[in-house]
């Protein structure tokens, strides 16, 4: 994996794949697996608000401008 995703800043796949066998290791893996259903559950709720907000409200100058990156921290 190192070859494919290590040359990039900031090695996003690699820290998550070893977040991921940190979690599986410190709590199991069936923990594991109800933390990333819980996880994804979420993800697709705050895409489901984003996508109303969006077809909602025009952009125009009013959008937030960390709007995105909040959404992204609340999905964590």
Known sequence: MRVHFGGHPFPIALESV???FEYVRQHGFEAFCRM???YLSEVEHLTGEARTAFEI???GDGF???W???LDMAST
Request: aromatic letters at 20%; zero cysteines.
């Open 18 to 20: 070893r977040f991921d």
């Open 36 to 38: 990333a259903d819980e």
């Open 57 to 59: 409200e025009p952009l």
């Open 64 to 66: 937030p401008q960390f």
């Open 68 to 70: 995105l990156y909040e």
